[in-house]
């Protein structure tokens, strides 16, 4: 996974860091389309905003194989 803008929470304008929740993600998909890379925009979280399982786009070939699309990729907490 590629998380898109990391440096907007590497610094102390935002007043925030990013918190990787998870590193993988396992999708069922044809081989024609496995992605070489995941990438996901993080430029409008927030402080205590959330990037989810179920936000991640990807083609609509590969099924993500956990259960709970509620679970969190990446948190954005105050520093």
């Known amino acids: 996974m590629v998380f898109l803008h990391l440096s907007l929470y590497s610094n102390a304008v935002t007043g925030g860091h990013l918190k990787m929740m998870r590193s993988t993600l396992k999708y069922l998909c044809p081989a024609e389309h496995i992605p070489q890379k995941i990438e996901m925009d993080i430029s409008n979280l927030d402080i ?5 399982m179920r936000d991640i786009e990807v083609h609509s070939s ?6 709970n699309e509620n679970m969190p990729v990446a948190l954005v907490a105050a520093k």
């Open 48 to 52: 205590d905003d959330g990037l989810f």
């Open 62 to 67: 590969l099924k993500l194989l956990s259960k």
